[in-house]
């Protein structure tokens, strides 16, 4: 009988697990997060291999096969899945006029509808109509409970192959650690202790700068930035490529990082954007447009979330949906506010200079650790309500959240279906503007997530940032 007991505790907690504190605040009304990753296939899409490849992988893994405890709403259940509740499939004209206009609409009207928490919190929309960059459409909407954005990207990565290998996952590049392996002695020792005095202070004033961000420092209020209650609004998604391959070649010369160069394409773009926005605004009242319409001295701050659980690996998920093998999960976030320099500089390397000034400033600080330390405390002992209500005001405070992710080297296929590109997003927060850069073989996707009614020409947006990247491009061309 004890014996008989046990194999049921064992099975009771193999089949429930609890959410975690970061799960928790994104059920809250004011948090509610969904990601969005658009997948772009050159074949049409064959609704039964894509929910037979389903059924193989993504619902052997937990969270894509439980749904949340109707009595608490605290806790993950082992359900049955129907597939037919979870991939749609809508009747559509393939020769439809304006198919980029239709997919970007079908994609929005999604952002007005909550999921049904009876099932798990996930759905594959499958749009056969050929569009600009496409022959087709897929569309995920995950709630984001159910995994941080970079463990929820690598899990569909997982369930992947290279296109000219189809037994073979794809090859993601890893993060590489530069350092120096020099033990110079008494510079060795004062070199270290300045960089723990460095990261110390660093530290300090980071969380410093969070703590009164909560309280009353606001960003500038800008056009992009949104009017309270913007996490309600209908959102936008649009995207454009670019070539990683002009990113490296500013890499390579500059000698920096990818995101470095990103970072300055950004705030190159913002500012483009921004004088734009402002000078409309002028012509409008009747003054004459001058070539800088930016006020002075822009306070622009995007939050950044990081994972502070390493990120889990394409094979470790790989073998986790084939052979049941365990692997850590779930959402363990901290935050980072990053100042972009909002100004029209005469020079446009100027703008990656400063982003990788930005970002060096940034390593060398503990301020994502603390952030997560903190939240956890303030939800463990004040509750979701509390929780969620300092994390909205933080982002509420700031102008808009950035992210990018690294991605295949080769082409890869989604059960049999070759993908074009891979945009990934976010919506249900508290702002009107996120940018994420998605890498993908020699290409760069730029996936914009805007409210409407902050940012009206989301495509202009886009038209700045590859402007930005052709300005930076073409002034290293002139220097090598």
Known sequence: MGESDNNGKVSREEEEQPLSPAARLFHSPSFNCYIIAILGCNTKFKPDVIKSGLQQTLLKHPRFSSKLVADDGQRWTKTIVNLEDHVIVPDL?????????????????LTTKPMDLSKPLWELHLLNIKTSDAEAVGVFRIHHSMGDGASLISLL???????????????????????????????????AFWSVLRLIWNTLVDVLLFGVTIMFMKDTKTPIKGAPGVEHNIKKFVHRTISLDDIK???NALNMTVNDVVLG????GLSR????????????????????NLPKSIRLRATILVNQRPTVGIQALANMMEKGSKTRWGN?????????????????????????????????????ICTFSGGVLVLRTFGVKVAAALMHKVLSNTTMAFSSMVGPLEEISFYGHPLAYIAPSVYGHPHALTIHYQ???????????????????????????EESLKLIHDAIVKKV
């Open 265 to 268: 394409v950004t705030q190159a």
């Open 332 to 368: 363990l976030i901290g935050y980072i506010l990053l100042p972009f320099t909002i100004a029209l500089q005469d020079d446009p390397l100027d703008y990656v200079q400063t982003a990788k000034a930005t970002i060096d400033r940034k390593k060398h600080s503990l301020e994502s």
């Open 93 to 109: 004209d393939p020769n439809i006029d304006f198919a980029d206009q239709f997919v970007e609409d079908y994609i929005s009207d």
């Open 273 to 292: 954007y921004l004088n734009r926005r402002y000078g409309e605004a002028e012509i409008d009242g009747g003054e004459k447009q001058r070539k800088s």
């Open 439 to 465: 890498s993908y073989v020699n290409k760069m996707t730029i996936a914009l997530a805007v409210d409407p009614n902050a940012i009206p020409d989301p495509h202009q947006l886009c038209d700045e940032l």
């Open 249 to 251: 070649l500013v890499k």
């Open 157 to 191: 990565l997982a369930c992947t192959r290279k296109t000219l290998d189809p037994e073979a996952l794809p090859s993601v590049p890893e993060n590489i650690q530069v350092g120096s392996t020099n033990s110079g002695g008494f510079w060795w020792f004062l070199s």
